[in-house]
């Protein structure tokens, strides 16, 4: 299983930008997609997630602004960022949680190669 990311880039504050991430390989089942994020000298954190059910999740301070969405295509996951800020520049990394097959129990997590988002003031 393979996660790759793509969307990253340089943008100014207030601009928009969608991150997008594909799973691909074989898999029973997908309990989530998400996102999280990595900023220079702090630790990896949360951004949105999003079940196969479709609920979402999104940290504190994203919401309203960020949307995660999971197209038709179920191996897939987008992240639509508006009103970007300084503050949201990070290496964004997209996550998978799968459900291992029968009989076996429990899930497993993959991660892609990470985008990176700079945004200038």
């Known amino acids: 299983v393979q996660l790759q990311a793509s969307g990253g880039g340089l943008v100014q504050a207030g601009d928009s930008l969608k991150l997008s991430c594909v799973l691909s390989g074989t898999v029973v089942g997908i309990n989530s997609m998400g996102w999280y994020r990595q900023a220079p000298g702090k630790q990896r954190e949360l951004v949105a997630t999003i079940t196969r ?3 979402t999740n999104y940290a504190d301070s994203v919401k309203g602004r960020f949307a995660i969405s999971r197209p038709n295509d179920k191996k897939m996951v987008s992240l639509q960022m508006n009103s970007l ?3 949201d520049t990070a290496v964004y990394y997209c996550n998978a949680n ?3 097959p029968p009989p076996l129990v429990g899930s497993d997590n993959f991660w892609g190669q990470g985008t990176l988002v700079t945004v200038s003031s």
Request: proline share 11%.
């Open 85 to 87: 800020k300084p503050e």
């Open 98 to 100: 799968t459900m291992r």
């Open 53 to 55: 059910t479709g609920d």
